[in-house]
């Protein structure tokens, strides 16, 4: 701040000598113009938001990089096969499920620069490693098949999904203390300003989930497996190093985030569960040690456990409780671009050349999503703007309904095959062997589509992906909407923890989703998916209806 300040003085200075050594007006202003502009242009260069910007498009390039090739990496390792990717899927979604209020709390407790320093630390060398161990196992397979008759790749495939949920964790802690808490502070509590942040962060991922991927996707493509994990691996290192940088001159021209609110008459929940219970546990713990007998890791898991339950009653007991969850039930839908509905969309005679434009036009349905939810909010306050986004979203939805019922769909209840046949029996998959495959940006590419057959009507499957991408402007509004009442609401000493509650129940949901997938995984079923999809939709918007109602009951506040 100190350096900022000098900068600006010096400016001015600069100013000052240009009004009186040029004669010439006209001149004058131009020269003072030119300096402003650069000075401003500095300014914001060095300035917090700039720098937090610029990190989390590192931070999300390299999270899109690896969620993307992790998938790839482990199907061909498995001889083509999805199942490691499962078992990786639900690794990852159980672990938050069950750790996010821990991760949470975690971020609570401790000064936010370790946080952020931790977290990105771990993140990034759990990368370095499981990429250096892929290296490896893709270079020397076969040696390391004949190893203990084969127990070696087992071992391997354990240590690769272990330390990718490792650094999905410590991303998930780098998310909440950086997006959730950081952000915050840095916009001194404005939130005018905090909304800009916000958007601005949306749309820097909307981005990266689009070109980071298809970066990757390229570079394996063009080169291997070997030299794909290696770029990710540079790309690590590097990252590492800048982010650290920046997020350390962050913590140190915000004075403010060195600060956390002492306990008193906003403390957390969590706090005070602990002081009563601090008195009770040192009077006992002897006691109980002596007659139980019950070994310290025991007590341990207990405390972490009663940690977890006090996190869930704190989330519950926040005000924007309603609103949280009925962001959570959107997560339960089919009604986006992954594998799922691009798998659904190729049995409906869709190209994998049409279905990357889609996926681009839907990543700029995103952006004006974020554009949106900034004039929104402005014109109508934060509440009224997830209401108007809820209705849009669903309203679009609608279309995705009408393609269920329209002339070309496949919904049928009986054992009648439609659309594509695809290989194998009435059991295979959806997707079909990864051979003829190409990965790129999430979505499934495929060669050779069969020829002969297809869809009597293509109305069923423009109005899907027609109302799919036009929901995505009212969905990225709301989900907006969302955090920024999450971080509005929330007092500072119990963000961490009602956030990292927040995630589980995001992952809770999206595990519902997989599950219902996996109960109906029929082409000609997936109708029902869409159905039970909007129901989960329109649950959810329910909730924050109600939640809106509930706080316009209220006097009301400037918003």
């Known amino acids: 701040m100190l350096k900022i300040c000098r900068t600006?003085?010096?400016?001015?200075?600069?100013?000052?000598?240009?009004?009186?050594?040029?004669?010439?007006?006209?001149?004058?202003?131009?020269?003072?113009k030119t300096l402003?502009?650069?000075?401003?242009?500095?300014?914001?260069?060095?300035?917090?938001?700039?720098?937090i910007y610029v990190s989390g498009a590192l931070s999300m390039w390299g999270d899109r990089m690896w969620h993307f090739a992790i998938s790839v990496f482990l199907i061909e390792l498995y001889g083509h096969n999805l199942l490691l990717t499962g078992i990786f899927g639900l690794v990852v979604a159980g672990s938050v499920l069950l750790l996010g209020a821990l991760i949470g709390d975690w971020v609570d407790r401790n000064p936010r620069n370790k946080v952020a320093h931790a977290s990105l630390f771990i993140q990034n060398i759990s990368v370095t490693i499981c990429s250096i161990v892929l290296m490896l196992v893709f270079s020397y397979k076969k040696w390391i098949e004949e190893i203990w008759d084969g127990w070696l790749t087992v071992v391997c495939y354990t240590v690769v999904i272990v330390l990718a949920d490792v650094a999905n964790l410590a991303?998930?802690?780098?998310t909440i203390a950086i997006q959730r808490d950081w952000i915050v502070v840095i916009t001194g509590y404005n939130r005018g300003h905090l909304a800009g942040m916000n958007a601005t962060m949306r749309r820097i991922d909307q981005v990266t989930n689009i070109l980071a991927p298809l970066a990757v996707g390229q570079v394996m493509t063009l080169a291997s497996n070997v030299v794909g994990c290696g770029f990710i691996l540079g790309w690590n290192l590097v990252s590492l190093i800048v982010e650290f940088i920046f997020l350390s001159r962050v913590y140190r021209i915000v004075p403010a985030l060195s600060v956390k609110p002492p306990a008193m008459e906003h403390q957390s929940y969590l706090k005070k569960k602990r002081e009563r219970k601090r008195s009770q546990?040192?009077?006992?713990s002897l006691h109980l040690q002596e007659i139980s007998r019950i070994p310290v890791c025991l007590h341990r898991l207990r405390g972490l456990l009663s940690t977890c339950w006090e996190g869930w009653r704190a989330y519950y007991r926040q005000p924007v409780f309603l609103a949280g969850l009925g962001l959570?039930?959107?997560?339960?839908?089919?009604?986006?671009?992954?594998?799922?509905t691009t798998?659904?969309?190729?049995?409906?005679?869709?190209?994998?050349?049409l279905l990357s434009i889609l996926m681009g036009v839907s990543a700029v349905a995103g952006l004006l999503g974020t554009v949106l939810f900034t004039k929104l909010r402005k014109a109508c306050g934060l509440v009224n703007t997830g209401v108007i986004s809820s209705v849009l979203h669903l309203v679009c939805l609608m279309l995705c309904l009408c393609s269920v019922f329209a002339p070309g769909s496949p919904m049928d209840l009986s054992h009648q095959k439609h659309g594509y046949p695809l290989r194998g029996g009435s059991n295979q998959p959806l997707l079909p062997d990864r051979s003829s495959i190409h990965w790129t940006n999430n979505t499934v590419l495929f060669e050779n589509a069969p020829a002969g057959t297809e869809p009597e009507s293509y109305v069923s499957i423009i109005l899907l992906f027609l109302g799919v991408i036009t929901a995505r402007v009212g969905l990225w509004s709301f989900d907006l909407t969302v955090t920024q009442l999450l971080q509005e609401t929330i007092c500072e000493s119990e963000r961490g923890v009602v956030n990292g509650v927040q995630s589980s129940m995001n992952y809770l949901m999206d595990l519902?989703?997989?599950?219902?997938v996996i109960s109906v995984p029929q082409p000609q079923h997936f109708g029902i998916l869409v159905i039970i999809s909007i129901l989960f939709i329109f649950t959810g918007h329910t909730m924050y209806f109600l939640y809106a109602r509930k706080v316009k009951r209220k006097p009301r506040t400037n918003t």
């Open 171 to 174: 991303s998930t802690a780098l």
């Open 36 to 51: 402003y502009l650069i000075g401003s242009a500095l300014i914001y260069l060095k300035g917090p938001k700039f720098l």
């Open 343 to 353: 798998g659904y969309a190729y049995t409906q005679g869709i190209s994998g050349s």
């Open 512 to 516: 519902l989703h997989f599950i219902m």
């Open 328 to 340: 959570a039930f959107l997560y339960t839908t089919v009604l986006g671009f992954d594998c799922i």
């Open 281 to 284: 546990e040192e009077s006992t």
């Open 8 to 32: 600006y003085l010096f400016l001015l200075s600069g100013f000052k000598q240009c009004i009186i050594l040029q004669p010439n007006a006209h001149t004058s202003n131009k020269s003072l």
